[in-house]
Nanobody, 116 residues
Framework: VQLQASGGGLVQAGGSLRLSCAAS?????MGWFRQAPGKEREFVAA??????LYADSVKGRFTISRDNAKNTVCLQMNSLKPEDSAVYYC???????????????WGQGTQVTVSS
């Protein structure tokens, strides 16, 4: 199973970025997590066939979407803040949860840096 994430970069606070992730398999749940230096990997957003789930810290600013025909998941990130800076990882798994260990397959990560 391969997941290829793209779209990270450097942006000023208040700006936007769009992350994409292409998976080599079709999966019920697709999600995004992030990990800042010295911190644990944390949940950002997840989506199954019909519903989405967001961390409170990104609710209203980030939007997750998927294209089932292409096995891709995207994360539109608006109103970015310096505290959003992290390596962002996409993941797929059998259930739409916030728990890292419930996702068996992970992409390589893409860096997002938000300057103040």
């Amino acid at each position: 199973v391969q997941l290829q994430a793209s779209g990270g970069g450097l942006v000023q606070a208040g700006g936007s970025l769009r992350l994409s992730c292409a998976a080599s398999i079709s999966s019920y749940a697709m999600g995004w997590f992030r990990q800042a230096p010295g911190k644990e990997r944390e949940f950002v957003a997840a989506i199954n066939w019909s519903s989405t789930l967001y961390a409170d810290s990104v609710k209203g600013r980030f939007t997750i979407s998927r294209d089932n025909a292409k096995n891709t998941v995207c994360l539109q990130m608006n109103s970015l803040k310096p505290e959003d800076s992290a390596v962002y990882y996409c993941a797929v798994g059998p259930s739409r949860t916030t728990v890292v260990t419930n996702y068996p397959y992970w992409g390589q990560g893409t860096q997002v840096t938000v300057s103040s």
